[in-house]
């Protein structure tokens, strides 16, 4: 049996940065090019539309953290991180976890993510993909995982 006692999934946003990035060396590109001819207004709203863009962009790039300990005083925690600031931080108890749940939403451009339910009531809903089976993987580590915690939550009950 595995013996793992931290379990640490972490999600980067790869793809949304790259287009960001795109976006911003294409507004800094426009910036030069209205530095050499001030009088061209559209090329102005071209490096003001890029920089918007990138901006939103790298706002919806979302990276999140679940870490999951398997002793049952220490806090377990799921982390948001928007341009690289923390914009949402929960913390709970691994023996509080119910059920986690795979849902999915849209109805043209299918999104998937995985629901942790806990036993006060609260959810959380983590890794969004467009690919079912990557959510699906990540479900099933954490299952086994919590599973783990539970079978030797009560081998120490036996004792």
Same mark, same amino acid.
Not at 51 to 76: D, H, N, Q, R
Not at 82 to 111: M, Q
């Given at each position: 049996?595995?013996?793992?006692?931290?379990?640490?999934?972490?999600?980067?946003?790869?793809?949304?940065?790259?287009?960001?990035?795109?976006?911003?060396?294409?507004?800094?590109?426009?910036?030069?090019?209205?530095?050499?001819?001030?009088?061209?207004?559209?090329?102005?709203?071209?490096?003001?539309?890029?920089? %918007?863009?990138?901006?939103?962009?790298?706002?919806?790039?979302?990276?999140?953290?679940?870490?999951?300990?398997?002793?049952?005083?220490?806090?377990?925690?799921?982390?948001?991180?928007?341009?690289?600031? %923390?914009?949402?931080?929960?913390?709970?108890?691994?023996?509080?976890?119910?059920?986690?749940?795979?849902?999915?939403?849209?109805?043209?451009?299918?999104?998937?993510?995985?629901?942790?339910?806990?036993?006060?009531?609260?959810?959380?809903?983590?890794?969004?993909?467009?690919?079912?089976?990557?959510?699906?993987?990540?479900?099933?580590?954490?299952?086994?995982?919590?599973?783990?915690?539970?079978?030797?939550?009560?081998?120490?009950?036996?004792?």
């Amino acid at each position: 049996m595995d013996t793992t006692k931290e379990l640490v999934i972490k999600e980067k946003p790869y793809f949304m940065w790259a287009v960001a990035l795109v976006c911003f060396a294409n507004s800094v590109w426009f910036g030069t090019i209205l530095l050499e001819d001030p009088k061209s207004w559209w090329r102005l709203v071209l490096t003001l539309n890029f920089f %918007i863009l990138s901006v939103v962009y790298a706002w919806i790039g979302k990276m999140e953290t679940l870490t999951l300990l398997l002793e049952p005083e220490l806090y377990c925690s799921v982390a948001e991180k928007r341009l690289f600031c %923390i914009s949402s931080y929960n913390k709970f108890l691994i023996s509080d976890v119910s059920t986690i749940k795979l849902k999915e939403a849209g109805k043209s451009s299918r999104c998937f993510y995985l629901v942790i339910y806990l036993c006060d009531g609260r959810c959380f809903s983590v890794f969004k993909s467009g690919v079912k089976e990557r959510v699906l993987r990540k479900q099933i580590v954490i299952r086994q995982f919590i599973d783990q915690f539970q079978a030797s939550s009560k081998y120490l009950e036996e004792d």
